[in-house]
């Protein structure tokens, strides 16, 4: 049973960084997915944030978000991160990690439906 964990959310004033990690149990490092961000506000759908294939050589990234956010792997802990800077109101949102099937590469990586696993969701707040 592969279970998702996000951490790292809090809050901040416009401007700032905030990091998120994504980590994963019950599966062995040498599965490879493509593993996600994506964000929710109340009253709107989740959207997409950030996609990387964990074998390498795919990053992908919401026009909203791109030359903002990072989108990286950590082979040593076997997490996703995503880095965050220059936050705007704007990303205030509820971000979730998402797992898709082991081996997996799809470009239409926003579609909420490739994903297998979820986590709870971590709350970033930017206000000042």
């Known amino acids: 049973q592969v279970q998702v964990v996000e951490s790292g959310g809090g809050s901040v004033q416009p401007g700032g960084s905030l990091r998120l990690s994504c980590a994963a149990s019950?599966?062995?490092?040498?599965?490879?997915?493509?593993v996600s961000w994506f964000r929710q506000t109340p009253g709107k759908e989740r959207e997409g944030v950030a996609a990387?294939?964990?074998?390498?050589?795919?990053?992908y990234y919401a026009s909203s978000v791109k030359g903002r956010f990072t989108i990286s792997l950590d082979n040593a802990e076997n997490t996703v991160s995503l880095q965050m800077n220059s936050l705007e109101p704007e990303d205030t949102a509820m971000y979730y990690c998402?797992?898709?099937?082991?081996?997996?590469?799809?470009?239409?990586?926003?579609?909420?439906?490739?994903?297998?696993?979820w986590g709870q969701g971590t709350q970033v707040t930017v206000s000042s």
């Open positions: 990387i294939y964990t074998g390498g050589g795919y990053t």
């Open positions: 019950g599966y062995t490092s040498r599965i490879k997915f493509m």
């Open positions: 998402a797992h898709g099937p082991p081996y997996t590469v799809f470009t239409n990586w926003s579609s909420q439906g490739r994903y297998s696993h």
